[in-house]
């Protein structure tokens, strides 16, 4: 069993910054990736970016491109997501997960293990 630990959630401004993080507990075939996602309340778990353990292959949804960065430590198997100029709109639960090699990275049905979420929320 795999465990995720998330942090770094918290309430921002407008154009503020924030930073999470996900620790795995360990690394396995079933933790090839990494994913970031968030949910909005009345909304699906939307993808907001992936990455890849190895070669740290990067994948972002367009509405978080330039403004997010994902990055990862490999020797602490901590995945980060760093969130500049955020937005009201991008308030949300985010929760990072994990997934097997070949799997869709932006679907969040096709990850096996979830963060806890940590709550993000931007004042206008």
Same mark, same amino acid.
Do not use: H
């Given at each position: 069993?795999?465990?995720? @630990?998330?942090?770094?959630?918290? @309430?921002?401004?407008?154009?503020?910054?924030?930073?999470?993080?996900?620790?795995?507990?360990?690394?396995?075939?079933?933790?090839?990736?990494?994913?970031? *996602?968030?949910?909005?309340?009345?909304?699906?778990?939307? *993808?907001?970016?992936?990455?890849?353990?190895?070669?740290?292959? %990067?994948?972002?949804?367009?509405?978080?491109?330039?403004?997010?960065?994902?990055?990862?430590?490999?020797?602490?198997? %901590?995945?980060?997501?760093?969130?500049?100029?955020?937005?009201?709109?991008? %308030?949300?639960?985010?929760?990072?997960?994990?997934?097997?090699?070949?799997?869709?990275?932006?679907?969040?049905?096709?990850?096996?293990?979830?963060?806890?979420?940590?709550?993000? %929320?931007?004042?206008?």
């Amino acid at each position: 069993q795999v465990q995720l @630990v998330e942090s770094g959630g918290g @309430v921002v401004q407008a154009g503020g910054s924030l930073r999470l993080s996900c620790t795995l507990s360990t690394r396995t075939l079933t933790t090839y990736a990494m994913g970031w *996602f968030c949910q909005a309340p009345g909304k699906e778990r939307e *993808f907001v970016a992936g990455i890849r353990w190895s070669e740290g292959t %990067t994948n972002y949804a367009d509405s978080v491109k330039g403004r997010f960065t994902i990055s990862r430590d490999n020797a602490k198997n %901590t995945v980060f997501l760093q969130m500049d100029s955020l937005k009201p709109e991008d %308030t949300a639960i985010y929760y990072c997960a994990s997934r097997r090699i070949g799997r869709d990275y932006s679907d969040p049905a096709q990850y096996d293990y979830w963060g806890q979420g940590t709550q993000v %929320t931007v004042s206008s």
